[in-house]
């Protein structure tokens, strides 16, 4: 129960440290607490729910560490990703760090730069930080998610630009759904809608800056043409 009882500087500094906590939220309470054997004296409680979340392959514990002089944890007792179950299914040889850091990929969190280093070095994901990351090949090809990691690729963007110049000169014209609706479902699985959204804007934006496309009309009701039709 040292979760309710001190508050950690950081979650990584708890797991790393093999000392007792320092900065308790009721010190007398913990005295106590201690004396009747009812709580350890090293500050192992954290390490072992990340452990015991492990040995489950559930998600890793979420720690919210925002509001000073409080900590608040959400625990997730179901699978959320079947590549990141079978991949701690798998591999056994991992560090908890490492777990923790994919844990974060598959909820879409930003990850360190240290763990991105870990987990490239180990050949464990692919991709492009802060939120384009995927399990990689080598991790694919062991573990029969193939299908998976060719979902996660997204085409270059030479080949979205093909198809929209195709679209044009075949229809004339296209507003920003139709564009929407082209692209949508081969832009990489790893971006959620905002961030497809925002590929796709930043696409348009720049094929209208090297002259390729124009828009005419306003923001919601305008639509895109080739700049030579």
Do not use: C
Request: no cysteine; net charge positive.
């Amino acid at each position: 129960m040292d979760i309710f009882l001190y508050l950690p500087g950081s979650i990584e500094e708890v797991i790393r440290s093999t000392s007792p906590p320092e900065l308790y939220r009721n010190r007398f309470l913990a005295t106590a607490m201690v004396n009747l054997n009812m709580i350890d004296t090293i500050g192992t409680g954290i390490k072992k729910i990340f452990m015991h979340q492990r040995e489950r392959s559930f998600p890793m514990p979420d720690y919210d560490l925002s509001v000073s002089g409080s900590v608040k944890v959400t625990i997730t007792g179901k699978i959320l990703d079947e590549k990141y179950t079978k991949l701690l299914v798998k591999r056994k040889d991992l560090t908890l760090f490492d777990v923790i850091a994919l844990d974060k990929v598959q909820k879409g969190q930003v990850i360190s730069g240290d763990e991105f280093k870990s987990l490239k070095s180990k050949k464990l994901i692919e991709g492009r930080r802060p939120n384009n990351l995927y399990i990689s090949f080598d991790v694919a090809e062991k573990m029969d998610l193939k299908a998976e990691y060719i979902r996660n690729l997204s085409f270059d963007k030479a080949h979205f630009k093909f198809l929209i110049i195709s679209y044009l000169e075949n229809f004339d014209h296209a507003s920003r759904s139709e564009i929407d609706r082209l692209l949508w479902d081969k832009v990489s699985d790893t971006m959620d809608d905002e961030q497809k959204k925002s590929f796709i804007k930043n696409l348009l934006q720049e094929m209208r800056k090297e002259g390729i496309i124009r828009r005419k009309g306003a923001t919601r009701t305008g639509f895109w043409k080739l700049n030579n039709n």
